[in-house]
Every structure is written in structure tokens, then in C-alpha cells.
């Protein structure tokens, strides 16, 4: 018996195993995990809740990539709604420097409500 053979129905190419030819299947390269939190928060919820989209990404190797690209988008969107409430709000290096007690409430509320939009847009979808 041949020790590789090659199937052109499917263009897989097979090794023998003992009695049997196993499929020479390689996985694809994938994109270094450096996601953080809002790309594990994703990851859970498609785990849990999605479970078709979330086997679909990882059997084609594109989870770690979505779950990178999610986090980008999401710390993107949080800089940019921080900055945007804060300068909406008033919220300025003057107040931080005069009365840091009212500065920090304030940041600590935008904080909140910026994370609260970007899980709600960009993580829980």
C-alpha cells in the first residue's frame, strides 16, 4: 500500500496510519492573540449565546483575529466617547486641578456610560 495518496473528489491528500489513510490536515496560521477585556467579554458571550457563529469563527480559524479586531474597536470607541462626554460635560484638566473629588465622580460616571454604550454596540451583539 501506497504511504501517500491524493483524493480528487475532495483535494485532500491522505497518510497511512497503521490500516487506515488520516487526512493530512494542517491549520491555518493564526494572528497572535492580543486581545484584552472587551475581546474576552466577546469571546464569552459568543461562546454562550452565539454558538453558531462562535464554532463557525474558530473552525475556520478566524476567532483570535474577530476577537483582536472587536477589542481595537471597542478601546478605539471608548477613547473617543470619553473625550467626547468629558468636553460635552466640562470636564477639564482646570476642574481636575481645582476640586479633583468632582473631577474624578464625573470621569468615573463617563467612564461608565462610555463602557456601558460600547459593550451594548460593539461586545454584546
Known amino acids: ?5 491524493y483524493d480528487d473528489n475532495n483535494g485532500l491528500s491522505y497518510t497511512l ?7 493530512d490536515l494542517v491549520l491555518p496560521e493564526e494572528e497572535p492573540v492580543t486581545y484584552g477585556k472587551y475581546g474576552m467579554l466577546r469571546r464569552i ?10 464554532s463557525l469563527l ?15 474597536d471597542a478601546n478605539d470607541k471608548m ?13 477639564t484638566e482646570k ?9 474624578v465622580g464625573r470621569m468615573n460616571n463617563i467612564n461608565n456610560a462610555a463602557e456601558e454604550i460600547v459593550l451594548k454596540e460593539l461586545v454584546y451583539v
Not at 476642574?95 to 473631577?103: D, F, R
Open 1 to 5: 500500500m501506497k504511504k501517500h495518496i
Open 17 to 23: 496510519h497503521g490500516d487506515y489513510y488520516l487526512p
Open 45 to 54: 458571550f459568543l461562546k454562550e449565546y452565539k454558538k453558531g457563529i462562535y
Open 58 to 72: 474558530l473552525t475556520q480559524g478566524k476567532l483570535v483575529e474577530h476577537l483582536n479586531q472587536v477589542d481595537r
Open 79 to 91: 477613547e473617543l466617547l470619553v473625550r467626547q462626554m468629558a468636553k460635552r460635560q466640562g470636564v
Open 95 to 103: 476642574l481636575k486641578e481645582e476640586n479633583q473629588m468632582l473631577w
